[in-house]
């Protein structure tokens, strides 16, 4: 079963030339392989199915071709000696998986694969529930691991070296993060997800998991879900050279550019104290550049990440 880790994840302070104090919980530095908010989102998950002792368990989940979920879930079914099934977009992926670092990864951890067509994809329910039948006594687990019992998880994310901040921020895919700290958040702390994907109904789904609206969704998708502009590239890069800190180009890169953007406007009042939660994710890096290189285009450079 998943163990609180025996870490005490550092909070780090980006120094910063305006009138506001900028830290980073270095939530990646969790676990080497099961990074950051995956750990967590898995946490109640894994545990409260493997409480129940089933024979042969079998862990089952939904991603794309570079998701940080599958490779989280991958690894965890290693390291735990569980089989694990992975439900992957895009069925043009099924004789070119062993192009991708991230697939490639989940496999030698064991994981097998199931490729579904984009538009049966999108239809997660159905697939699930066809799932549930053909597999009774498997987790199966959301997209992006989001559900109730990943909400509860995010609240280890939340301790005494985050109570005293004025603001909490965090990137948001399918919502599971930024709704636990929204639940567990301090009454006088405001919470603020930075949108990586185009989807109107997220606000409506955080406030469903958190139970409160103490929270403000930001869209920070510049140009897409899982896009990558030159100007991200340059933003990241840039960011690594100058404080040391790793970033990745589809959830926090694109949050601490858009939260940079939000300080320079003056978004925040003077003297706040500004947390962002670093949720991993850095094995994506690999898969980007080389696309990127593919396109003869800046690679994101590798900088210090711990």
């Not at 199915?49 to 879930?73: R, V």
Request: a neutral charge.
């Amino acid at each position: 079963m998943l163990k609180i880790p025996d870490i005490k994840v550092p909070v780090v302070e980006i120094p910063f030339r305006k009138n506001i104090r900028l830290f980073i919980k270095r939530e990646d530095l969790i676990h080497p392989e099961i990074s950051g908010n995956k750990y967590w989102k898995l946490f109640h998950n894994v545990n409260n199915y493997l409480a129940e002792n089933p024979q042969n368990p079998l862990l089952m989940t939904f991603g794309g071709a570079y998701s940080n979920h599958i490779a989280a879930l991958s690894a965890l079914g290693k390291i735990h000696n569980i089989k694990t099934v992975g439900i992957i977009r895009g069925n043009e992926l099924e004789y070119r998986w062993k192009e991708n670092p991230t697939l490639r990864f989940a496999s030698e951890n064991g994981m097998h694969f199931c490729f579904v067509s984009r538009e049966d994809y999108r239809d997660k329910d159905a697939l699930s529930e066809k799932l549930k039948n053909e597999f009774p006594k498997a987790l199966i687990i959301p997209e992006g691991g989001t559900n109730l019992a990943a909400v509860e998880g995010i609240r280890n994310m939340l301790n005494s070296d985050t109570q005293d901040f004025d603001y909490l921020c965090a990137a948001v895919g399918t919502g599971g993060t930024v709704a636990g700290i929204s639940k567990f958040a301090e009454n006088h702390q405001k919470v603020i997800g930075f949108k990586v994907v185009d989807d109107d109904s997220l606000h409506s789904r955080v406030s469903e998991l958190s139970g409160k609206e103490n929270f403000t969704l930001i869209d920070a998708h510049f140009g897409g879900y899982g896009k990558i502009s030159d100007e991200n590239i340059a933003f990241i890069n840039a960011f690594s050279r100058e404080f040391g800190l790793q970033l990745e180009p589809v959830y926090t890169g694109k949050m601490m550019r858009k939260l940079f953007q939000l300080v320079e406007e003056g978004y925040f009042p003077q003297n706040s104290k500004v947390l962002a939660f670093h949720t991993g994710g850095l094995q994506g890096i690999a898969g980007a550049n080389e696309m990127l290189k593919k396109q003869n285009r800046a690679v994101i450079e590798k900088g210090v990440s711990s």
